[in-house]
């Protein structure tokens, strides 16, 4: 789910870039440039997500998403709902995680306890 989060915000980021040229002083290539590194910093953050400090980056581009709002004040909103998004795939896979995690213990336990065929292979 985090994944598409970040995948979902590196496609409103970039296009978000693009609307800097039309609300703000910076030029074409600079608003470009930041709405192109933005969003490729979400794809990295949702391919890194397997490894060591993906969840982090993933953490980082919320920031920096809701950082844009004080170039543009409507990424504040943008960054609330994909902020939220983001803490709610990220909490709710970490439940799920820990939960699959205790049933393969407890169906261990039960194969284990009836001595049934699937404990002895």
Do not use: H, N
Not at 65 to 87: E, H, R
């Amino acid at each position: 789910m985090c994944a598409a989060m970040l995948s979902l915000q590196a496609v409103v980021l970039f296009l978000g870039g693009l609307v800097l040229t039309g609300v703000t002083d910076i030029g074409f290539a600079a608003a470009f440039g930041t709405g192109l590194g933005l969003a490729t910093l979400s794809v990295v953050a949702a391919g890194m997500l397997g490894r060591r400090g993906g969840y982090a980056l993933g953490w980082a581009v919320q920031v920096v998403t809701l950082a844009l709002g004080l170039v543009v004040p409507m990424m504040f909103l943008l960054g609330i709902v994909f902020g939220s998004l983001w803490a709610g795939a990220y909490f709710l896979g970490q439940k799920v995680d820990r939960e699959k995690a205790e049933r393969a213990v407890l169906e261990e336990q039960w194969q284990a306890d009836t001595g049934s065929p699937e404990a002895a292979g």
